[in-house]
């Protein structure tokens, strides 16, 4: 393991969450209740996904720059563990929604936009697995993964800011704005943050070191054929 | 007069406001009884696991990298 002080900050602080988000008090707020703890394990979700995103956005770059196909497994591997996070954030989104809003899916203007987002990064993998070129493949990924991540920028930042949303906090709902995430809530949200992107950081970085060691390996397969 | 109007006033607010808040269901009997702890517990055993995994992980691709 190497560096690995952030790897253990990254379990102590789920750690913490977990023990403190179910633990310390929280605001009594009506149609909210306890699931207002949500925030602690739902809202991370998206942060991890948005810092992953914003890496393969980043290698992409540097591929194109660069043209070093090691960029690409970097971006690749950062965008799965993206939409493995964007997948578990619907998801606890959608049990959250069933018992709040009284269904999984009504539309919210922010359900919409991250499905879209969610629609663009699949439409991404599946683009890539259509091209066997390694090179091809690699270059219209990369200028395919800048395009999605512009769009994605809208769609989760803009567009669900300029309409109502069911979302608490969002046009009158009740929500964190009052108590404005009150100091104690403050107290485990940060770590949460913290901890969950830093986890899905190492996650992405175990798959991109497995993306790395194969990669060396076809390149000295291919030297040693190259040399009979 | 007065001031007895402005007590009784005062007095009602801080009634109704304490029911209020009494009536917005929170899982209290949990946390009353200790069993939240046990939720905690299990949580915590899941991602003591899943850690305990991803290291594991970690140690196993420094090898194969090291190979």
């Given at each position: 393991?190497?560096?690995?002080?952030?790897?253990?900050?990254?379990?102590?602080?789920?750690?913490?969450?977990?023990?403190?988000?179910?633990?310390?008090?929280?605001?009594?707020?009506?149609?909210?209740?306890?699931?207002?703890?949500?925030?602690?394990?739902?809202?991370?979700?998206?942060?991890?996904?948005?810092?992953?995103?914003?890496?393969?956005?980043?290698?992409?770059?540097?591929?194109?720059?660069?043209?070093?196909?090691?960029?690409?497994?970097?971006?690749?591997?950062?965008?799965?563990?993206?939409?493995?996070?964007?997948?578990?954030?619907?998801?606890?989104?959608?049990?959250?929604?069933?018992?709040?809003?009284?269904?999984?899916?009504?539309?919210?203007?922010?359900?919409?936009?991250?499905?879209?987002?969610?629609?663009?990064?699949?439409?991404?993998?599946?683009?890539?697995?259509?091209?066997?070129?390694?090179?091809?493949?690699?270059?219209?990924?990369?200028?395919?993964?800048?395009?999605?991540?512009?769009?994605?920028?809208?769609?989760?930042?803009?567009?669900?800011r300029m309409v109502d949303s069911l979302h608490p906090g969002n046009g009158g709902n009740p929500g964190f704005k009052p108590y404005d995430l009150n100091s104690r809530m403050r107290l485990v949200f940060y770590p949460a943050v913290i901890g969950w992107v830093l986890t899905g950081c190492w996650i992405a970085s175990l798959k991109t070191r497995v993306g790395l060691i194969r990669f060396y390996k076809e390149e000295k397969a291919l030297q040693s054929d190259f040399e009979k | 007069m007065r001031a007895k109007y402005a007590l009784v006033t005062i007095l009602v607010l801080l009634i109704t406001t304490t029911i209020a808040q009494a009536q917005t269901e929170m899982a209290d009997t949990m946390r009353s009884n200790g069993k939240i702890y046990v939720v905690v517990a299990v949580l915590a055993t899941i991602f003591a696991g899943i850690f305990a995994y991803l290291i594991y992980l970690d140690k196993k691709i420094t090898k194969a990298e090291r190979s």
């Amino acid at each position: 393991m190497r560096s690995w002080w952030w790897k253990i900050l990254s379990g102590l602080l789920v750690g913490y969450t977990i023990i403190g988000g179910l633990l310390m008090p929280v605001p009594r707020l009506d149609i909210l209740n306890e699931t207002i703890r949500n925030l602690y394990f739902h809202v991370p979700m998206w942060f991890t996904m948005i810092v992953l995103f914003g890496g393969a956005f980043f290698y992409s770059i540097k591929y194109l720059s660069s043209g070093n196909l090691k960029d690409d497994i970097f971006a690749v591997q950062l965008t799965n563990t993206g939409i493995f996070f964007s997948i578990l954030g619907m998801l606890t989104g959608m049990e959250w929604a069933q018992y709040t809003w009284g269904e999984a899916w009504s539309n919210d203007p922010k359900q919409l936009g991250t499905a879209l987002c969610m629609l663009i990064y699949f439409a991404y993998s599946i683009l890539r697995n259509g091209i066997k070129d390694d090179e091809k493949k690699a270059k219209i990924s990369a200028v395919y993964n800048i395009f999605a991540f512009a769009m994605m920028i809208p769609l989760i930042f803009i567009l669900p800011r300029m309409v109502d949303s069911l979302h608490p906090g969002n046009g009158g709902n009740p929500g964190f704005k009052p108590y404005d995430l009150n100091s104690r809530m403050r107290l485990v949200f940060y770590p949460a943050v913290i901890g969950w992107v830093l986890t899905g950081c190492w996650i992405a970085s175990l798959k991109t070191r497995v993306g790395l060691i194969r990669f060396y390996k076809e390149e000295k397969a291919l030297q040693s054929d190259f040399e009979k | 007069m007065r001031a007895k109007y402005a007590l009784v006033t005062i007095l009602v607010l801080l009634i109704t406001t304490t029911i209020a808040q009494a009536q917005t269901e929170m899982a209290d009997t949990m946390r009353s009884n200790g069993k939240i702890y046990v939720v905690v517990a299990v949580l915590a055993t899941i991602f003591a696991g899943i850690f305990a995994y991803l290291i594991y992980l970690d140690k196993k691709i420094t090898k194969a990298e090291r190979s």
